[in-house]
């Protein structure tokens, strides 16, 4: 199986009532690329750099119903959280190595979703 790559995650949500804001953090964070709310569902469609097809949404939702969370291969953690308070966001969960070595830390957007960064452990000789 190979490794997924660098700044990418599965299928994952973002529910936000601000979906304005959150196309600007994600975008800014990782280069992702948005069709705004292409049926008229209150869904947009989010695109990794070079994608074909979308790997997630941006769900429109009322005040109070903010949610998310998805892990993002990441080259550099403590990078990866200078850049989210640069782009207004928080840290949740300060990087933390795990015991295989895998690196991980929780972010908050500025809408107050979180979600996770990581790194995989070392690949052993």
Known sequence: MQAPPYDTVS????????????????????????????????????????????S??????????????FLVVVKDVRAACAQAEKLGGKVALEPTTGPT???FA????????????FTPPPVQP
């Not at 992702?32 to 008229?40: E, I, N, S, V």
């Not at 929780?106 to 960064?117: A, E, I, K, T």
């Open 11 to 54: 299928w994952f949500q973002i529910g936000t009532d601000d979906s304005e804001s959150a196309r600007r953090f994600y975008g800014g964070m990782f280069g992702w690329k948005f069709t705004l709310d292409p049926d008229g569902d209150g869904y947009d469609l989010i695109n990794y750099p070079g994608a074909e097809t979308p």
């Open 101 to 103: 070595g895998l690196v």
């Open 106 to 117: 929780y972010l908050q957007d500025p809408s107050g979703n979180r979600f996770g960064v």
């Open 56 to 69: 997630g949404g941006i769900s429109y939702e009322p005040a109070g119903e903010n949610h998310a969370m």
